[in-house]
Structures are given as structure tokens and as C-alpha cells.
């Protein structure tokens, strides 16, 4: 890996070098350039018009990961830095990607459109943008469009100068010409194909020692560097600049600001600039200014015709899947692709419409899953998945009604939205060089896959579902569907819709696989041995396992009704993500806690909620009776380890056969007051009949989750947990604050009870039913 990512860096920077200023380049010089990449692949010698070059590249490459002077006269002193310095050539380095996405995505009302507009947000991110470098099977479609837009910019790029392009954003190398061109020709690309979808892309251009000791002024002593850092670390825009919180070394953080990352966050910045329609000025080596985002694409609208299914555009079709739908071109696009995606043959629809726009290279994140467990080593896990159902039969849900159908009770959907933590700390502090970008994004993007497609396989099955008069299936007979749908896998960030009572599994299971992973490659490994046992409120016999990776998942599960607005639920699942995220990073805070989290809702009726989660809970289940201590009626966020046994604590209470009546008549008394609701649990717990289910009971819930704080006390206080807040004013006003899991218990009791309950059939069983659950 090492070897192979500096031969790409190496012939990445040396093609920009001998690329130079030009917009054009006759054949024998295109022709050495090639002959010079061929032979940095295979290890020979390169030709001697591109001597120079790629030992400036080499030079570069060679200068230690580490070194930084402390003193700028010292890269004076060293002759070969002097040289990187004095190559006046420039190189180019360009950012971009989609922006507003979820905008985008979700403007639309029903999931095939949904479907289609990630589907083909992903075709833009994983296939076309790569595909203008020359990386994978370049499209004959993508070559002519860059042919007629931007001349000569396709024979410029070759794939080594891609760095990364996963997670809806690509940075990539690029000869100093053709800066303007590339960036232009990216945001062009998502315009071209989506029609309304928002983009932005950046690009500079950089002197050679710049890529390894960040920005430097034209007057390489003027440089703002660690002599005078050290004096004006004071002054508050320096400190910000600089300093890191994880960070007390005045050097370490200097070091770890001026590399290529400051390159990259130079860019950043520029990206948000023009994002938000500002102009950016004009760079010298610019022919003419780059054309204005001000103005995002907009489609004329009039009151008197007819709009579109998202009520935002003027409808140019009517069309007939199973009901009569107005479409407008964009919605008509995301239409098809939803289709194509979903591997759904008719499109005479589209066709008979004689629009212009055909799609291509549509990828499937079903067909990808599928590969996963079609590899050698995952036999066991595709063996688990599919039991015995015939692959081939297996077809892809078309709707949340199929995905809820295979949820006990039925009905019920799980919208999971995770994302990665510690990602920003990681890339400041150990992200410094181009290859490290390029590793770091191929290690998120592959174990964020693999988790996800791990825990898809290890806690569903293929479902068999029988359409009814609603179905948009044409056949009617029984068919056996992937009962998930995977909305997006980009760099750290995953949406899926998965039935609700397999929901938080899956959840936990991806955060779980996530660290494992990227432990495996022992590169983001964490040098702590023990367990932190403050960070989780679940204590049992089996010790919790101790943070072994330096990156994290948070993760927002939303389970709801089938019928809830998919915006609204996208709403409400992103807000839990905040709160998750916003859990992990108080526990790394407080006790050194790298791992993930999990907030989780269960909400049945849309009227539910009618601000957003946060107020809901402050100011409906937080309660302060005696004016002493405070009553949270929930308990979440919660660590990986504490979700794992909420999970187990509901069985334990399905197992004691707890009546639902007395779950929901204390979930009632809650709000009474910590003696009323522990004086009636322990009232309702002696009434069991089943000893051997009580001890268990007492074990999982009681033990697990209700001791109290003083070491002293061996009663407990369930159904409550005891936490001391303190006060930052006054350290002997702190307070205690009682929370309870019972309100996450008696909520998610109905999912796992009725999985206890109705164990179903297996697969083979299933399979020869004469009856089908619908």
C-alpha cells in the first residue's frame, strides 16, 4: 500500500509539473508524459525530458512525515528543500462536490423518487466525476460531454491525480491550467444531470513545497512561522488558527496546522464562500472569472399550470404507474432512475415522453450488498441471510409498505442515520500529507459499507410479501423482497430504512463492525487497555469493552409509522443524530470515551411532536417535584455497550411475562415523583408468579441499571438511576438527577415482546407456508 500510494502521489505531482501553464500540449509531449507515467507504474526509467520533474516529485515525497523546522533559515540550509522552493511552477489542487442534499433529496414526497435522486447523486459522485480522470470504465457519454464543454481538459487529468472522491465530494490534483476548468466542469456535471441540484466546487494553485509546509508567502522568510506562533500565542486569532483541545504541546500544534492540510482548509473555506454565492477574486494565472453561483437553477413556475407532485415546478407530463402523476423534468429523472435502481424494467413512460436525457451506469446498493455476501469469506453471513431462499428470487423492496411488512408488529419503519465521530479531530492532528488523505477516505468509505451490509445480513432475512390493491406491483402474487432500503453510503454518513424491530440492532451492530474494522488496519488504533466504567450506566457481571479506536459512529434511529412524510421523519432522525453526536463528545470529554452512541425515538403518531425532539423532552419529561432533585423521564443518548442491554432488558421483561398494563400505568406514575414510582415497581415486581423470571428481572434491570451512587447502599432505586450533576458555581449546591430507561423500555416493549411472542417460521418453513403475512 505504501509503495503503491507513492507512486501514485509521485506521478500525480510529476504530471502537474510537466504539464505546467499550457491549455494545449503537442503529441510528442503528451506522448512522454505517458511514456513517463507508464514507467513510474512499472518501476523503470523515465524519459529524459521528464528527468527533472519526477525527481522534484521524488525530492518532495522524501522530505519526512514529521519534519518541520522550527526556524524557516533552516529549509535554506538544506539544499534539495531550496530547490522545491525555487521550481516556480505551480500546481493545482481542486475541491468539490454537491451541496444542499438533503434539499435536494427530500423535496420529494415519495421513496422511488427518493430512491432515484440518491441513486443518481451517486452516479454522479462515485462514476462520473471519476470518470473525467480516466478512472474506471470511462463512458463514451461523459467523454463527449467534456469534449464539447471544456476542450482539451479530458487528455489533462489521469486518475493518479484523484486524492479522494467518496462521500459526495471529490479533491483531486490538476495542472495549474486547467484549475477553472475542472472545478466549472464539476459543478456543470451535477447542473447537466440533475437539473436542480446545487453544487460547488473550488480549486488554487500551489507552489511544490507548499504541499508539505503549507502556505508560504512569495517572500518564503515573510512566512508567519513557529518563532512568531510561539510569541503571539495570546492573541485569540492565532489561537483559534492553531490550537487544538486534545493538543497542549505549542510545537505539536504548529506542526500539525502547517502541512497539506492547511492547503485543504484553505480551499474549504473558499468552497463555503462560493457556496453561499460570494464572489471569490480572481486568480493572476485566470484567463476570465469563473461564472456566479448567486443565481442557483431555478425553473419558471405560472398560476394557472399545472405543478408537479412536489408542487415546485410546471408539469410537462401525466403519467400512469398505478395512479395518475404529474411530473416536471427533474422529477421525471428522478422517477426513472428510482426505477432503473430498483432493477424495474418499465420505463415506456419516460420514452414515449421523446425527452432527451437517457441515464447510464445507475448503481444499486442492493446489487453491491449482494456482491458482499456473494465474496468467500462472507459464506457464513450470506448463508445466515438468506437460509434457504433462492438468491436469484429475491427481489428489492418498492416501498415503505413492503420494508413495514416485515416488521412485527408490521407497520412500523426505522429510519437510521449515523456518522462519524472524532472525523475533523483525526484529519487535523494525523492527516498531513496527500496520501494520507487518499488512505484515510478508502479506510471510512470500506468500513462504513462493510458494517453497514454486516448488519443488514446478521439480523434480517428475505421477506415474503404479498401485494395487495395498493401495491404498485403489477403481478400480484407472492414475492420475497430485501425488506431494507439503503438511501446512501457516502465517506462517514449512512441513511437507511429498516423494519422497526430489527432497528436498533442493525444500529448497534454498525457502530460495533465501524471500529472493529478500521482497528483491524492499526492505523486508528487507540492506546487504551481498560474499559472506562463511568462512561455507561448498564453494569452487570460482563465488563464493558474498552474504546480501541480512535474514530467512532453516532447514530439517530427513528421508528415510526409507515405512513409518516419521509421529510419529516429525515427531520426528527437528524436531530437525533445531533444529540447523539452531541452524547459522544461529552463522554470524550469526561472519561476518555472514543466509542459510539446511540439516541433513539419511537414515535406512533405524527402529531407527536410538535417542535422539535430537545424541547420536547425539556420541557415535557423533565420534571422537578420537591424543588431538590430533578426527574428525566429517559434515559437517552446511550453508549453502544448500554443500547446492547436496553436490548436485553426488554427481553428480560418479556421473559418475567411483566403485564403491559403495569408497564404503562408505572411509565404513568413516573411523573408523581421518584418515591411513588419506585414504591409501585417494586409493588407490581413481588405480584410475579415466575421466581426464576423475577431473578432475572432483578439481574437485567434492577442490578443492571438502579444502583445507587453511594458504594454503601446495597439497596437500589429502579425504576430509576441516580446522577450527580455538578454546579460549575458552586460545588456544594450540586444536585442529583434521577433518570429512568422505563419510558425507552415500556416503548420499544411491543417490537421485542412480539418477536418473543411469534418467533415466526424459518426461512424453509416460511418459504412452503401455505399462508403469507401481508
Sequence with gaps: MTNDSRTRTITALAWCLAWGKKHNLNQDELSALHQ???????????????????QQAQRLYDIPKDYTPKKLNELNEKEDYLKLWKDKTRIGLVYGGATKIKQYVFEAAKLPDIRGTSALLDRINLVDLPAFFGKGQRSKSIEEWLDNNFPNLRQALIPELIIYSTGGSILAFCPAAFVDDLANAIEKRYTHETLTANSCAVGDTFKLLEFRFGLLQDKIEDTFWFDKYEINQGNPIIKAYFDQSEVSDPFESFQNRKNFNELVGKLANQFTQRRNGNKLPKKEEANKERPSRCY???????????????????AIMKVEFPNSSFLSEPLARKRLVGEIAKRES???WYDNANLEWEPFDIPSWVNKFKEFLNEENNQELANRYYGAVNQEDVKEARSLREIASASHPSGFVAYIYADGNNMGG?????????QDYRLFSKDIFNATEKSVYKALAKYLHPYQYTPDAKSSRINKEPVWIHPFEILTIGGDDVLLIVPADKSLEIAKTIGDEFEEYLSITGRYSLQQTTPNLLAHRYTTGNIPPASKCLLSMSTGVLITAQDTPIYYADKLVSQLLKSAKKYAKELKKDHKYYGGTVDFLVMKAVTMISSNIKEFREQGLIKNKDGESKLKLYASPYTLHELGGLIETVKAFTKAEFPRSQLYQIRSLLERGKRTAILNYRYFRIRLTNEAAKQELKKQFESAWCQPK?????????????????????????????ETIWRELVDLYPFIAEEADNPGESLAEQSTAPEVRQ
Design 36 to 54: 513517463m507515467r507508464q514507467a513510474l507504474q512499472k518501476g523503470q526509467d523515465v524519459p529524459e525530458s521528464t528527468g527533472y520533474v519526477v
Design 296 to 314: 442557483p437553477p431555478m425553473f419558471e413556475t405560472h398560476p394557472y399550470l399545472q405543478r408537479d407532485e412536489s408542487d415546485r415546478r410546471s
Design 346 to 348: 418499465s420505463r415506456a
Design 426 to 434: 483525526y484529519i487535523r492532528q494525523k492527516i498531513k500529507t496527500p
Design 710 to 738: 453511594e458504594s454503601s447502599n446495597n439497596g437500589n432505586l429502579a425504576p430509576w438511576m441516580s446522577l450527580q450533576e455538578t454546579d460549575l458555581q458552586d460545588a456544594n449546591n450540586s444536585k442529583m438527577t434521577y
